[in-house]
């Protein structure tokens, strides 16, 4: 069986979502886990998000060790975590989990003609807002260029807004796509 499917089928069974497997330098197997989620969750009036804890990081950690021992695939060092504040969006259900939410995203080919003049055609790192699309799998995200006011400073009432520029994207065209990691001290803001 191939390291993917077993550590999958390791992680779901313990009722966790592997999030993703990356081998390093040095024999390190890092496994990122998280809690699962369904859309019904996202409706769910109160329902307050679970994080992964330190004692579910262990108890993948120990059947991991087991499992892998006894199938002899290589690896020096199993590191078991959460997928953190920079959460990897991988999945069409991590878009919907995460919409309404800060993120990063990297296409895999610049913007070219699609720029219109409103950005660089060579640009292919991005920050806004994700939403919803127009379509089924598309998705788009919504940012401004404008700089954010330093803490403290006043910011003219009659000073015109930046214009908000959007982007649609299919999955297929990501290279990658991350939670912003967003640090205020009083957590990320519900969706309410």
Request: overall charge negative; glycine content about 8%; aromatic content about 6%.
């Amino acid at each position: 069986m191939a390291l993917q499917e077993t550590v999958e089928q390791i992680v779901t069974g313990l009722g966790y979502e592997l999030v993703e497997i990356e081998r390093s330098q040095g024999g390190l197997l890092r496994v990122t886990i998280d809690l699962p989620w369904s859309a019904e969750q996202l409706g769910s009036e109160g329902a307050e998000e679970v994080f992964v804890t330190v004692e579910d990081c262990e108890k993948v950690t120990r059947q991991l060790q087991f499992t892998l021992e006894v199938e002899e695939i290589p690896y020096q060092r199993l590191e078991v975590s959460s997928p953190g504040i920079d959460r990897p969006l991988k999945k069409e259900i991590d878009f919907v989990r995460f919409t309404g939410q800060e993120i990063d995203l990297t296409l895999k080919n610049p913007m070219g003609a699609q720029a219109n003049g409103l950005t660089s055609v060579l640009r292919k790192k991005f920050r806004g807002v994700l939403e919803a699309g127009d379509g089924a799998g598309v998705w788009q995200i919504v940012w401004s260029d404008a700089p954010k006011p330093k803490p403290g400073q006043r910011v003219s009432k009659k000073k015109e807004p930046a214009a908000m520029q959007v982007l649609s994207f299919k999955l297929d065209e990501l290279k990658e796509a991350r939670l912003a990691p967003i640090v205020d001290f009083k957590g990320r803001q519900s969706k309410r």
